[in-house]
């Protein structure tokens, strides 16, 4: 694609105490969906944050559309401009969806009522609340409260949307129809959705990060983070001591992920297999931005 970048991030780094939640990050995010995946306290949350404008960080700059967070007027821009739904949305339970959604409607500076109430009914609509808009929030399932979060970060049709985990919690089906929902918003703008669900990752993204301790270590497409596992997965009667990873299957025998001993029997790859690869103290690697 030759379109400029949404967000472009350089040097991003965050300290809290001793630790680098983010250490020095940079990176180009494109219309479609990114997968951000890593492990608890990888830096995910803190990114998204960063990126939402919600906390700022020590050192590092970036841009969304073109706009300059680091200034007072580049941040309303970039506010304008993006949609964010954290990992704990702060619900207050008695607000029916739609009054909650129409609370941070006001808070996104949607000033005219009748334009804004229209607003709120259109976002309402596009994650099917409709029916239940009226309801407390306290009187809805977990699914029913991830799509009012949605709701709320689809307010203004932004360009930049920042989903932190928004299929935790959710049965399958709900976790289905969330992910058409993730694929609908993605069709016309830019994502970044963490999660720790690699099947979200190969069913609806078309970019993934991988982050470990605050840093980048894997960019690129699912099929090439897939690709990082090719002929090194493999089925045995036992466990493989030599694996780096190893589980008994639902079939009784061991898949491994590793260096296979000759003439093992390999296995195809999949997008969890090349991420636990990552993982497992390979170099860090960024392809080239
Ligand atoms: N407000 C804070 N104060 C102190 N430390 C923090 C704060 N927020 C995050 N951290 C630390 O920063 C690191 C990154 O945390 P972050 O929440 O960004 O990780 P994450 O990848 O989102 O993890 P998870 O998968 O569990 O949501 C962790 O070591 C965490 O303890
Ligand atoms: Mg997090």
Known sequence: MTTAPTVSASGLTLRYGGTAALDDVSLRLREGITGLIGPNGAGKT???????????????????????????AGRQEARRRLGYLPQNPG????????????????????????????????????????????????????????????????????GLLLLDEPTVGL???QRMRFRELIAQAGESR????????????????????V??????????????????????????????????????????TFRNVGDPPRGAALLEPTLEDGYLLVLDGEPAEVASL
């Open 190 to 209: 830019t994502v970044l959705l963490s999660t720790h669900q690699t099947e979200d990752v190969a069913m609806l993204c078309h970019r993934v990060i």
């Open 91 to 158: 619900f207050h339970l008695d607000f029916t969806a739609f009054s909650f959604v129409d609370y941070v409607a006001i808070l996104k500076e949607l000033t005219d009522r009748a334009a804004r109430h229209r607003e709120v009914r259109r976002v309402l609509e596009a994650v099917d609340l409709s029916d239940v808009r009226g309801k407390r929030i306290k009187r809805l399932s977990g699914g029913m409260r991830q799509r009012v979060a949605l709701a709320a970060a689809l307010l203004g049709d932004p």
């Open 211 to 252: 982050m470990v301790r605050g840093r980048i270590h894997f960019e690129g497409t699912p099929a090439e983070l897939t690709a990082r596992a090719a002929g090194r997965v493999w089925s045995s009667a036992e466990r493989d001591p030599g694996a780096r990873a190893g589980w008994r299957t639902g079939l009784g």
């Open 171 to 173: 049965d399958p089906e």
């Open 46 to 72: 803190t990114l998204l944050r960063v990126l939402a404008t919600a906390v700022p960080a020590d050192r590092g700059a970036f841009a969304v559309l073109g706009h300059d967070p680091g200034t007072t």
